[in-house]
């Protein structure tokens, strides 16, 4: 049984459904208290991963359907499939590649920590992330197994990467509980299997 996400706002914007959740605003706003300096940076740097994917979704002739704000993050749906595992895989690379080319350009500054933080924890083979969309991609199409078999190891390796996420704060001794709840949402979603 999948749970309802309760929806707070929703429009049309040029063609693309733009859906705002509850638990977009309430996973806002625990950041926000947690670590409010951060918060603002962090959103900027997420919209502008997310815009890398609009645009290699663009160059690659893919238009999108809906973008979805909700706890987790942002969820984009296209209206058609790629055509081919390699477009695919440049989008959902595109992203990270920004929050790349912005940890360079802002280097040694908050805004270029924060990008290098966010580009690699994408690329994390886990859940909804880049990295793990990527994973599932390799495991279907590059090397074509079992969907179960394909299904577990993602669910596995979703497990290993929170669990070395909640390992490295406890040993790096990090106070900000961001990593923390990135980690156990990361288990949770692995554990679920919402990949």
């Known amino acids: 049984m999948k749970a309802q996400v309760r929806t707070l706002i929703e429009f049309e914007f040029y063609g693309v459904r733009v859906i705002f959740c509850f638990s977009f605003f309430a996973a806002a706003a625990i950041m926000s208290a947690v670590s409010g300096d951060v918060v603002l940076p962090a959103m900027i740097s997420c919209f ?26 942002i969820m984009m749906t296209p209206r058609k499939k790629l055509l081919s595992p390699c477009r695919e895989a440049v989008v959902l690379l595109a992203g990270c590649a920004v929050n790349f080319m912005l940890c360079i350009f802002f280097c040694g500054t908050a805004f270029g920590y924060i990008n290098l933080f966010l580009g690699v924890f994408n690329l994390l083979p886990a859940g909804g992330l880049d990295g793990g969309r990527l994973l599932s991609l390799f495991l279907n199409e590059a090397m074509p197994c079992r969907p179960e078999a394909a299904v577990l190891i993602c669910r596995f390796a979703g497990i290993f990467c929170a669990a070395v996420l909640l390992a ?12 923390y709840v990135a980690g156990v949402l990361m288990f949770v979603s692995a554990v679920i299997g919402s990949n």
């Open 48 to 73: 502008l991963h997310e815009c890398g994917h609009i645009a290699a979704m663009a160059a690659n002739g893919v238009k999108l359907r809906s973008i979805k704000f909700y706890g987790a993050g």
């Open 168 to 179: 490295s704060a406890v040993i790096f001794r990090i106070t900000n509980p961001t990593m």
